[in-house]
T-cell receptor, first 116, second 111 residues
């Protein structure tokens, strides 16, 4: 099973709403990533979790709050977003932290977020 | 720093070959290649780790010149299924666990 799942597939929210994105993998991977991708642009790294601890935060605004409750699950909590935050949010995982030097990262299908 | 990719876009007829280039101003540890089709997640193609390394995957292969900090992706005898946007992702020697993606090359294969 080489699958990363993400829910929901689509999300529409207002600027005052609070919502969460969920990512799950059952491959035993210990590194998990959040990326943001705007149309016709490459994925941009937001956060990296290594062994369930936040290891990289790419200066992401605090209205995005990641959480890794266990080794299989990664959440992204959203609050007071702006319309420019509308994008495809991709989750990925890899076998081990530092594993990108020898192994791939597996991407989930993404959540398409629209902020009104 | 984001790697540079060229060309920005290419249109091929089925059976033609293409080369996509990726270069970085930073010393690189690895180069990753992905293909993304419209509305889908990026799909991993290959990683190149060592200077001069070459790898192949079906009719898609790649090379990595560590000294020049450049990688090239070679698509031979292209098929319609090769259409998509190709991204190179680079991991620098000073940046652990962080792959920075290039701007992408849009490849369209037509009958």
């Amino acid at each position: 099973d080489t699958e990363v799942t993400q829910t929901p597939k689509h999300l529409v929210m207002g600027m005052t709403n609070k919502k969460s994105l969920k990512c799950e993998q059952h491959m035993g991977h210990r590194a998990m990533y959040w990326y943001k991708q705007k149309a016709k642009k490459p994925p941009e790294l937001m956060f990296v979790y290594s062994y369930e601890k936040l290891s990289i935060n790419e200066s992401v605004p605090s209205r995005f709050s990641p959480e890794c409750p266990n080794s299989s699950l990664l959440n992204l909590h959203l609050h007071a977003l702006q319309p420019e935050d509308s994008a495809l949010y991709l989750c990925a995982s890899s076998r081990l932290p530092g594993g990108l030097r020898t192994d791939t990262q597996y991407f989930g299908p993404g959540t398409r977020l629209t902020v009104l | 720093q984001q790697p540079v990719q060229s060309p920005q876009a290419v249109i091929l007829r089925e059976g033609e070959d293409a080369v996509i280039n990726c270069s970085s101003s930073k010393a690189l540890y690895s180069v990753h290649w992905y293909r993304q089709k419209h509305g889908e997640a990026p799909v991993f193609l290959m990683i190149l780790l060592k200077g001069g390394e070459q790898k192949g995957h079906e009719k898609i292969s790649a090379s990595f010149n560590e000294k020049k900090q450049q990688s090239s992706l070679y698509l031979t005898a292209s098929q319609l299924s090769y259409s998509g946007t190709y991204f190179c992702g680079t991991e620098s020697k000073t940046s652990y666990d962080k792959v920075i993606f290039g701007p992408g090359t849009s490849l369209s294969v037509i009958p």
